[in-house]
């Protein structure tokens, strides 16, 4: 038997050496894992958990069969697979010179769809995958490499697969089909563990491209991060990086930029010298405002508190930068902070904006800074200098989803729609919590009479904004509270044919 204790033993050894998390929801399914791995090889619990943790055994493997979700198909996303054969491999092409072979890594391959859609991409491409571009792809689950290596799939692998892809790169063994020769030898699969910093696989600078699809929304945040920087230093300057289409870097890493293309979204690690500039960037966050999943607040008075911690977190900010910078006579006192947010709730932007215009310089490079002066000039009916100003934050910070929502919200003032709906979509995507560039979507939609896509951005919203951060709602709320603000998104609904 087994108890609590060494079912958190199991889970904590399992974070350590696998990467994976698991909540306590799942704490009865480690339990009956844990037994029957027990069982299998005959150990104490506690010698078992010994091994593990120490990383004297070679569980993982085991284990992933037992813990890991393997779902994939081909051309899952194939949005990406667009990306990478029209923008990306011909950029890294240029970059390198020709002669030159391009270094591809499925990392958490599965049974080898991705890996094998990537080399699909490079046939077609008229690209040699055994000259001209090398697919590494690894996994951590044996069995599903085996799977990988047979190159027989079913139908329902294939259900995203464009046919004349099928046609060409397949043929049917009974309900089964079989790919081709020619691709199946394109790929080599590894064991490895993504959770290790295996030295021989993370080599610095030698991969061009990384598909990490689906792999660190399993994951601890320790280790997503930690993985994170492995393939930041793998890669080349320049080099690309995939995530899932639920992942984003955003809070994982600063050394990509975000690209957009292809209706989908990947990564861009930064030259050697903009990491390094990003690095020591003066500008840097002293103070934030709280991440998306902050504290919600659940009556009036804690509506006032959150407010109350916005106006610390900036007046905290405005405290060290004077101190960083030695206090000069003639500096706003601490209180006109508090002040901005007072100004900013009741709609008096003008005097906001010369409030914050007061503080130290130090302070106007700060990105919470610098979303405060970009909102104030958009309400201040200035969306061209507020554009400036997203612009001048996004240089410090690529993936601050607010900065999207405002500049979508300056490309709609300047009669720009197409804009508008991009860079919402990018700060949806950023930020997954985030309830107003969804509600401005819905807004656009059925402005543009597509009443469909409006309900659904508007129950969208609606989820969203039950769960907003409260100095998210001041920032960005338009001078609405939360409840005028489902109110409002319950009525669009409505109006849409749709039932909140
Ligand atoms: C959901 S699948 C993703 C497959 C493919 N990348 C895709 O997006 O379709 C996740 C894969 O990550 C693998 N994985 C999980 N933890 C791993 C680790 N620590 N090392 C290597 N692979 C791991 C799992 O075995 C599984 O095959």
């Known amino acids: 038997m087994t108890g609590r204790s060494e079912v958190e033993r199991f889970r904590g050894a399992i974070a350590h050496r696998l990467g994976l998390r698991f909540d306590d929801a799942r704490l009865g399914f480690l339990d009956e894992v844990l037994q029957r791995r027990l069982a299998w090889v005959g150990m104490s619990a506690d010698a078992y958990l010994r091994d593990l943790q120490s990383g004297a055994t070679a569980e993982p493997g085991a284990l992933a069969r037992e813990l890991t979700v393997g779902e994939t198909y081909f051309f899952r996303n194939n949005e990406q697979f667009r990306a990478l054969a029209e923008t990306v491999l011909p950029e890294r092409r240029r970059a390198k010179g020709s002669g030159e072979t391009l270094r591809i890594l ?10 094998y859609s990537i080399a699909i991409v490079l046939h077609d491409l008229a690209l040699d995958p055994t000259r001209d571009v090398a697919i590494l792809a690894v996994d951590l689950n044996p069995a599903a490499l ?29 309900r089964d089909l079989i790919l081709d020769e020619a691709v ?4 080599r699969f590894e064991e490895a563990n993504l959770a290790c910093d295996d030295a021989a696989l993370w080599q610095p600078g030698s991969l061009d491209v990384v598909f990490c699809r689906n792999v660190i929304m399993y994951f601890t945040v320790e280790q997503a991060r930690a993985l994170l920087t492995r393939i930041g230093r793998a890669l080349q300057p320049g080099g ?44 840097r966050p002293v103070v934030r405002f709280p991440a998306a999943d902050g504290a ?17 977190r900036v007046a905290a900010l405005a405290a060290a930068s004077r101190s960083a910078r030695q206090p000069a006579a003639g500096l706003p006192p601490p209180a006109d902070t508090a002040a901005i947010f007072d100004l900013l709730r009741t709609e008096r932007f ?32 200035q969306p061209h200098a507020a554009q400036d100003t997203c612009r001048q934050l ?22 720009d729609q197409a804009g508008a709906i991009e860079h919402d979509r990018v700060a949806a995507y950023l930020d997954t919590g985030f309830a107003m560039p969804r509600l401005h979507l819905g ?58």
């Not at 870097?249 to 030259?271: A, N, W």
């Open 394 to 415: 996004l240089l410090v910070d690529d993936f601050n989803a607010g900065a999207y929502y405002l500049v979508a919200l300056c490309r709609e003032a300047t009669g």
């Open 443 to 500: 807004l656009l939609a059925r402005r543009a009479g597509d009443r469909n896509a409006a309900r659904r951005e508007f129950a969208q919203a609606l989820i969203l904004l039950q769960r907003e951060d409260a100095s998210r709602l001041l920032l960005f709320g338009g001078g609405f509270n939360r409840e005028a603000l489902l109110a409002l998104c319950e009525a669009a609904l409505r109006d849409c044919g749709g039932e909140p």
């Open 184 to 187: 199946r030898t394109s790929v």
């Open 240 to 283: 690309f990086l995939f995530l899932g289409h639920a992942e984003t870097l955003r809070g994982f890493s600063e050394e990509f930029h975000l690209r957009h293309t292809h209706g989908t979204f990947y990564y861009q690690r930064k030259e050697n010298s903009e990491a390094a500039a990003a690095a020591v960037q003066p500008g």
């Open 106 to 115: 499925s990392a958490g391959c599965a049974s080898g769809e991705e890996a």
């Open 146 to 174: 085996e799977r990988a290596v047979r190159g027989r799939y079913s139908a329902w692998a294939l259900r995203e697969t464009p046919p004349e892809l099928t046609r060409k790169w397949f043929h049917a063994d009974g």
């Open 296 to 312: 919600l607040p659940g009556s009036a008075d804690a509506w006032v508190e959150v407010i109350g911690a916005a106006n610390d």
């Open 350 to 381: 003008t005097e906001a904006l010369a409030l914050l215009r007061r503080l130290p310089a130090a302070s106007a490079a700060d990105p919470d800074v610098l979303l405060l002066m970009a909102t104030l000039l958009v309400h201040s009916g």
